[in-house]
T-cell receptor, first 113, second 111 residues
Framework: DGGITQSPKYLFRKEGQNVTLSCEQNLNHDAMYWYRQDPGQGLRLIYYSQIVNDFQKGDIAEGYSVSREKKESFPLTVTSAQKNPTAFYLC????????????FGPGTRLTVT | GENVEQHPSTLSVQEGDSAVIKCTYSDSASNYFPWYKQELGKRPQLIIDIRSNVGEKKDQRIAVTLNKTAKHFSLHITETQPEDSAVYFCAASRGNNDMRFGAGTRLTVKP
């Protein structure tokens, strides 16, 4: 189960506050991803990064921001502009963008009230 | 873009029976089809995958079949056990970070 970690497991925030979710991997993977999981909707891609200092928007990037300053780390910031931030957030990584298999972190459940 | 539909959304079987979950995809350029298992409160984990140059792949009690012409693929679990109970997700990808997931199937195996 090791290799890719997310913290914290549960996070509570007040509406209007930005919050940053951590994702770290020691698998030496080039590509990293952030997904949002809502009940009955599967996983939806928020942002992805193929290499350090590069990242691209996924299907639902509005209200989120990311950075990729180090290969091991891909933090996600949920901003106050995100209208429905309460969700389960999953980070994933893969050896490279084109080698497909993605390894997931344990997830962070964010609740905004 | 790619659209993946997954059926059924819930599936209940008796221990020892088989379970089949089906997915359809829309993009004929998709060439990689993984299946993930997610137990309650845990991360999704890859259980089997298939690429478009193969029609079927088997790993012990789990098998996946792919019909490229009809653009559908299926997960087959034989001799189900209570520990198979989980949510299963299919996905389709043509590479370049374009992996799309189905909505998931909640499988319950009754002892």
């Amino acid at each position: 189960d090791g290799g890719i970690t997310q913290s914290p497991k549960y996070l509570f925030r007040k509406e209007g506050q930005n919050v940053t979710l951590s994702c770290e991997q020691n698998l030496n993977h080039d590509a990293m991803y952030w997904y949002r999981q809502d009940p009955g909707q599967g996983l939806r891609l928020i942002y992805y990064s193929q290499i350090v200092n590069d990242f691209q928007k996924g299907d639902i990037a509005e209200g989120y921001s990311v950075s990729r300053e180090k290969k091991e780390s891909f933090p996600l910031t949920v901003t106050s502009a995100q209208k429905n931030p309460t969700a389960f957030y999953l980070c994933a990584s893969s050896i490279a963008a084109d080698l497909y298999e993605q390894y997931f972190g344990p997830g962070t459940r964010l609740t905004v009230t | 873009g790619e659209n993946v539909e997954q059926h059924p959304s819930t599936l209940s079987v008796q221990e020892g029976d088989s379970a089949v979950i089906k997915c359809t995809y829309s993009d004929s350029a998709s060439n990689y089809f993984p299946w993930y298992k997610q137990e309650l409160g845990k991360r999704p984990q890859l259980i089997i995958d298939i690429r478009s140059n193969v029609g079927e792949k088997k790993d012990q009690r789990i098998a996946v079949t792919l019909n490229k012409t009809a653009k559908h693929f299926s997960l087959h679990i034989t001799e189900t056990q209570p520990e198979d109970s989980a949510v299963y997700f299919c996905a389709a990808s043509r590479g370049n970070n374009d992996m799309r997931f189905g909505a998931g199937t909640r499988l319950t195996v009754k002892p």
